[in-house]
């Protein structure tokens, strides 16, 4: 059996929307779960009272990066029909952190406002619409905008082709990495509730 | 605290590392079962070049960057990202539900008003759009996907993101006063 | 052993496990999909069958029905295929570009050049690849010009005639008697006007199906 089950046949598109529905109600659920549908839970992070956004988000990575790897290595998984988005440097760190001050303005991401408004909070539909306007703001503005969405493209590229590495260096530090932090982010979180106590 | 209180009191979180091994296997599913990873920024523009085309179609086509969506019969809606979308609706319903945490609600602290709130809200949607589409991506479909693949753009772009945010947060702390 | 590990917390477990997954990862050569496994006697069943061939005059028929259900692609060098003449709505793709292409597993790619044993070449290349639909036009290009666009018509009944040539006339050629590189003969009025119903009765026939969407991927 080869994967990406799509990409060789196994189903057909419209089946494919039926995946779509499942996986986005796992991700839903998830996100639910580890309480991102609270713009609250979700900014602690950047007030270092509470690290969860950075915890699930690495362990995610990390458990889907050695899926991946674990899968492909087996030769079930054809990675290179899985798809990579394009490398635009200057306007993926530019758009990063335009990304990062909205997170922390509005308290929300798209997929979370999301998981937000199913659970009830205004806040979170209101920045739906935020995000919509702010789409539509986009798209008008796009001629301005184009010289720097199309600057510096680099094309499908990863960190270990970029390095010169072999992926399972490049996936054992990233590994350590996150080992590293989580530690980190839990010695943080203790030191800022023992400065919260009176 | 009474028992029925504390029965009827919202579930504490999930442990968030087992929350994260599971969002990081439904992300693994994506890519094995379709070969693409999580989005939900794509389902944004995907609604809005629908809703311009039924509007102003002529005006959705002379928009540039709308106007490769609309590309032959191709139905913006009948997108991948959209019932993805719908998933992840229903999804958080059901977590929500089950924990006791779904209810009518704005977030914000005690001193600041809904307002000033959710004012902060639709401009943090506004910016967090921008950022998104510049950067083909938003923390699900670039972080979370591209980071899993060990996608150079997409980790540039995260580290961007927690930059940004941090640089930010000490003059957002009003919304939670 | 196990008693160090009961002792951990489950976050610590967690971590641990994930020390050693990642560890063993180190060796990982992750597939980048260039290997390929072949059944062997599916693919000798398939040569002898000759079931993934398809005429050239039936690719004409095609085409002039607008059947938009293929992919044709021309393997030859970019050079020879711009100097040249090519087949309506075939794509100039090289060999090697053409696992790269997301071609779909359950589309119809028919190979056309004008190297018989480099389009059959390419033909194992993407059966093995798990195309499943690649079919050879055969006789490639030399076959296109000499039984669709100048094809021979002498000692061929009228029916069968007037349809060689209007189809020949549908790609800018004409019908020849004699061996391929001789003079075209000259198409009569009459001939024309034999022709016409035949070509409307190529047109009517065959599903027009709109030509499907490329699917967008990404966020």
Same mark, same amino acid.
């Given at each position: 059996m080869m994967a990406p089950l799509l990409k060789y046949g196994v189903f057909g598109s419209e089946t494919s929307l039926v995946v779509a529905f499942l996986i986005g109600l796992g991700f839903g659920f998830a996100l639910e779960r580890a309480g991102f549908g609270s713009a609250r839970k979700l900014v602690s992070q950047f007030y270092l009272n509470d690290m969860a956004v950075f915890k699930v988000m690495f362990t995610a990575i990390i458990t889907a990066m050695l899926g991946v790897t674990y899968l492909s290595w087996i030769g079930v #998984?054809? #990675?290179? #029909?899985v798809y990579l988005v394009p490398t635009f440097l200057l306007p993926q760190v530019v758009g990063g952190l335009i990304l990062g001050v909205g997170f922390v303005v509005g308290g929300y991401c798209p997929g979370t406002a999301l998981a937000a408004t199913a659970t009830g909070r205004i806040d979170g539909v209101v920045f739906g619409i935020g995000l919509y306007a702010g789409t539509l703001l986009f798209a008008e503005a796009y001629p301005l905008l184009k010289p720097l969405h199309t600057a510096t493209p680099m094309g499908q590229v990863t960190i270990p082709q970029y390095l010169n590495l072999p992926y399972g260096v490049v996936v054992f530090a990233v590994v350590l990495m996150a080992i590293g932090g989580f530690a980190g982010a839990g010695w943080v979180e203790k030191k800022m509730a023992d400065s919260c106590q009176p | 605290m009474s028992d029925t209180q504390s029965s009827r009191a919202p579930a504490p979180y999930s442990n968030p590392y087992l929350a994260g091994i599971g969002l990081g296997l439904v992300l693994l599913a994506a890519f094995v079962f379709v070969g693409r990873g999580l989005g939900a920024s794509g389902a944004v523009s995907a609604a809005v070049t629908a809703g311009l085309h039924t509007i102003a179609p002529d005006h959705a086509h002379s928009l540039e960057w709308l106007s490769g969506r609309l590309v032959g019969d191709q139905r913006p809606l009948k997108d991948w990202l959209v019932f993805e979308g719908l998933g992840v609706f229903l999804g958080a319903l059901l977590s929500g539900l089950l924990a006791r945490r779904a209810f009518v609600t704005v977030e914000k602290g005690p001193r600041v008003s809904t307002r000033a709130r959710l004012a902060g809200a639709f401009a943090g949607g506004g910016l967090m759009a921008v950022g998104a589409a510049l950067a083909l991506g938003c923390t699900s479909g670039q972080a979370l996907s591209g980071g899993a693949l060990l996608n150079l753009g997409s980790w540039a772009f995260m580290m961007m993101v927690f930059a940004g945010a941090y640089a930010v947060a000490a003059f957002m702390k009003w919304q939670w006063r | 052993m196990f008693q160090f590990l009961t002792k951990l917390t489950l976050n610590q477990r967690l971590a641990l496990l994930a020390f050693v997954l990642g560890l063993v990862a180190l060796a990982a050569t992750p597939t980048r999909g260039s290997r390929v496994t072949v059944d062997s006697r599916q693919l000798a069943l398939l040569v002898a069958n000759g079931s993934d061939r398809v005429a050239a005059r039936t690719l004409a028929d095609w085409i002039i029905q607008g059947r938009s259900d293929f992919r044709l692609v021309d393997i030859r060098a970019p050079a020879a295929f711009a100097a040249g003449p090519h087949i309506p709505s075939a794509e100039n793709i090289p060999v090697t570009a053409l696992l790269d &292409?997301? &071609?779909?597993?359950?589309e119809k790619i028919l190979l056309v050049g004008d190297d018989d044993v480099a389009v059959a070449q390419a033909w194992f290349l993407l059966e093995a690849a798990g195309y499943a639909g690649a079919f050879i036009v055969d006789g490639g290009m030399a076959a296109w010009r000499d039984?669709?666009?100048?094809?021979r018509v002498d000692g061929v009944d009228a029916v069968v005639r007037a349809k060689l040539e209007a189809v020949s006339a549908h790609f800018g050629g004409a019908p020849r008697i004699g061996p391929a590189g001789g003079a075209p003969e000259a198409v009569s009025a009459a001939t024309v006007a034999q022709a016409a119903p035949v070509v409307a009765k190529l047109l009517s026939g065959g599903a027009k199906k709109p030509a499907p969407a490329k699917k967008r991927e990404g966020c």
């Amino acid at each position: 059996m080869m994967a990406p089950l799509l990409k060789y046949g196994v189903f057909g598109s419209e089946t494919s929307l039926v995946v779509a529905f499942l996986i986005g109600l796992g991700f839903g659920f998830a996100l639910e779960r580890a309480g991102f549908g609270s713009a609250r839970k979700l900014v602690s992070q950047f007030y270092l009272n509470d690290m969860a956004v950075f915890k699930v988000m690495f362990t995610a990575i990390i458990t889907a990066m050695l899926g991946v790897t674990y899968l492909s290595w087996i030769g079930v #998984l054809n #990675l290179s #029909l899985v798809y990579l988005v394009p490398t635009f440097l200057l306007p993926q760190v530019v758009g990063g952190l335009i990304l990062g001050v909205g997170f922390v303005v509005g308290g929300y991401c798209p997929g979370t406002a999301l998981a937000a408004t199913a659970t009830g909070r205004i806040d979170g539909v209101v920045f739906g619409i935020g995000l919509y306007a702010g789409t539509l703001l986009f798209a008008e503005a796009y001629p301005l905008l184009k010289p720097l969405h199309t600057a510096t493209p680099m094309g499908q590229v990863t960190i270990p082709q970029y390095l010169n590495l072999p992926y399972g260096v490049v996936v054992f530090a990233v590994v350590l990495m996150a080992i590293g932090g989580f530690a980190g982010a839990g010695w943080v979180e203790k030191k800022m509730a023992d400065s919260c106590q009176p | 605290m009474s028992d029925t209180q504390s029965s009827r009191a919202p579930a504490p979180y999930s442990n968030p590392y087992l929350a994260g091994i599971g969002l990081g296997l439904v992300l693994l599913a994506a890519f094995v079962f379709v070969g693409r990873g999580l989005g939900a920024s794509g389902a944004v523009s995907a609604a809005v070049t629908a809703g311009l085309h039924t509007i102003a179609p002529d005006h959705a086509h002379s928009l540039e960057w709308l106007s490769g969506r609309l590309v032959g019969d191709q139905r913006p809606l009948k997108d991948w990202l959209v019932f993805e979308g719908l998933g992840v609706f229903l999804g958080a319903l059901l977590s929500g539900l089950l924990a006791r945490r779904a209810f009518v609600t704005v977030e914000k602290g005690p001193r600041v008003s809904t307002r000033a709130r959710l004012a902060g809200a639709f401009a943090g949607g506004g910016l967090m759009a921008v950022g998104a589409a510049l950067a083909l991506g938003c923390t699900s479909g670039q972080a979370l996907s591209g980071g899993a693949l060990l996608n150079l753009g997409s980790w540039a772009f995260m580290m961007m993101v927690f930059a940004g945010a941090y640089a930010v947060a000490a003059f957002m702390k009003w919304q939670w006063r | 052993m196990f008693q160090f590990l009961t002792k951990l917390t489950l976050n610590q477990r967690l971590a641990l496990l994930a020390f050693v997954l990642g560890l063993v990862a180190l060796a990982a050569t992750p597939t980048r999909g260039s290997r390929v496994t072949v059944d062997s006697r599916q693919l000798a069943l398939l040569v002898a069958n000759g079931s993934d061939r398809v005429a050239a005059r039936t690719l004409a028929d095609w085409i002039i029905q607008g059947r938009s259900d293929f992919r044709l692609v021309d393997i030859r060098a970019p050079a020879a295929f711009a100097a040249g003449p090519h087949i309506p709505s075939a794509e100039n793709i090289p060999v090697t570009a053409l696992l790269d &292409l997301g &071609l779909a597993r359950d589309e119809k790619i028919l190979l056309v050049g004008d190297d018989d044993v480099a389009v059959a070449q390419a033909w194992f290349l993407l059966e093995a690849a798990g195309y499943a639909g690649a079919f050879i036009v055969d006789g490639g290009m030399a076959a296109w010009r000499d039984q669709v666009v100048y094809p021979r018509v002498d000692g061929v009944d009228a029916v069968v005639r007037a349809k060689l040539e209007a189809v020949s006339a549908h790609f800018g050629g004409a019908p020849r008697i004699g061996p391929a590189g001789g003079a075209p003969e000259a198409v009569s009025a009459a001939t024309v006007a034999q022709a016409a119903p035949v070509v409307a009765k190529l047109l009517s026939g065959g599903a027009k199906k709109p030509a499907p969407a490329k699917k967008r991927e990404g966020c």
